[in-house]
């Protein structure tokens, strides 16, 4: 059974950095493929980034291009999501969710996830 936990949300200036870990069981990342969303409030679920294939293949939305890095560890079994320059538009609720594959081109569409884990708050404020 796959399961996922995220952590590392939190309030934080504009400029500011965080990293989000993603702890997960069920799955290993040569076969799987995990994706880093986010959702504000009264928008829809954005996809950010996505890592497979033991780290060789990252996509990143245009909108955090240059300011923020997925990065996994394949022995623990955890995905990281460095975020650098925050802004207060980054302000949302982030998940991870996986799917057994690799990031496609439908990576960013999170009807293709089927396993998501609680979500973790960042907020972008001053």
């Known amino acids: 059974q796959v399961q996922l936990v995220e952590s590392g949300g939190a309030l934080v200036q504009p400029g500011g950095s965080l990293r989000l870990s993603c702890a997960g069981t069920?799955?290993?990342?040569?076969?799987?493929?995990i994706g880093w969303f986010r959702q504000a409030p009264g928008k829809e679920r954005e996809g950010v980034s996505c890592i497979s294939s033991r780290g060789y293949v990252i996509r990143l939305a245009d909108s955090v291009k240059g300011r923020f890095t997925a990065s996994g560890d394949n022995a623990k079994n955890m995905l990281f999501l460095q975020m650098n320059s925050l802004k207060p538009e980054d302000t949302a609720v982030y998940y991870c969710?996986?799917?057994?594959?690799?990031?496609?081109?439908?990576?960013?569409?999170?009807?293709?996830?089927?396993?998501w884990g609680q979500g973790t708050q960042v907020t972008v404020s001053s």
């Open positions: 069920g799955f290993t990342l040569d076969h799987s493929a």
């Open positions: 969710a996986a799917l057994f594959g690799v990031c496609g081109d439908n990576w960013a569409s999170a009807k293709y996830y089927p396993f």
